[in-house]
């Protein structure tokens, strides 16, 4: 016998604040794609929190098209066994794919939306369909896609613009298909939203670079393998080169709590993003590339190692 309810706690969302206002905001064409990053366990206590509150039933409703029945039952017991029937009989309910269970293709001709730059609040507007349908799924699977929007979320970028996603990995998808390197692709395309939060208020952005030959050697170490690329520094170079940047991050936050960005290459921003970020989570690790223009970049350390 199933038990009344098991749901958790009811005042508090499963989820991050920015994920949860990204789904709210979504259409319901586009909520799937961003239900489809979060894992199933997640995604069956987030289908009851929204199904226990008036204003976000349909949303609940939507979510739970995504859920397996056990997942939902472990969650809410009685209640989630309930949700998952009502979401079945929903109209137009239809399961949303994912890249941890996927069991059904759809395709992405209506299910991305996106916000017209600038345009915060106003309704949003449908991506060109033309520009989803060249992409997928014959030029990338939904899958790939997926990766790519949770390998932005995982430095908290925000997929809000799926337009200009899509649109930038499927240029470039004709190069590589590694979801990671299509992923600094897409920062390129999203820079001003990425950059916008670390200016000042001169709309100046601070920024710790890269000694060129630190650079170099960072990049030189890059090895590519079947599973992709990795950074095959020497330990102790790496440690070196770790303990410049908590040094020069220390320093900026010291003058004053100046919080700036390390700024680097394309060709090495994850790599060094990986390699900072047991150690200095907290520093934003920019390209170039994603810096747009009129914005002034003022230089307040640089890492020698």
Known sequence: MLPDQRTPDDDVCPVGD????????????????????????????????????????????????????????????????????????????????????????????TGFSREMPGMDGEPEKEINEAVVTEVVPDVLSLGEIQRVLQSLLSEGVSIRDLGAIVESVGDKARITRDPSLLAEYARQALGRAITAPHLDPMQTLRVITLDPTVEQELATSITQTSDGEYLAMEPTRAQAVLTAVKGQSDQASARGGIRPVLLCSARVRRHVRRLLESSVPHLPVCSYNEVAPGISVETIGVVSA
């Open 18 to 109: 920015d994920l949860f206002a990204e789904l709210y905001r979504a259409s319901k064409l586009g909520l799937p794609a961003l239900v489809a990053t979060v894992s199933p366990d997640i995604r069956a206590m987030l289908a009851l929190f929204c199904y226990h509150r008036s204003h976000l039933y349909e949303m609940g409703l939507a979510i739970a098209a995504s859920c397996d029945e056990d997942d939902l039952v472990e969650s809410g017991g009685r209640v989630g066994a309930a949700l998952f029937a009502r979401s079945r009989e929903a109209p137009n309910a239809e399961p949303v794919a994912s890249y941890y269970t996927a069991r059904r293709k759809i395709t992405l001709a």
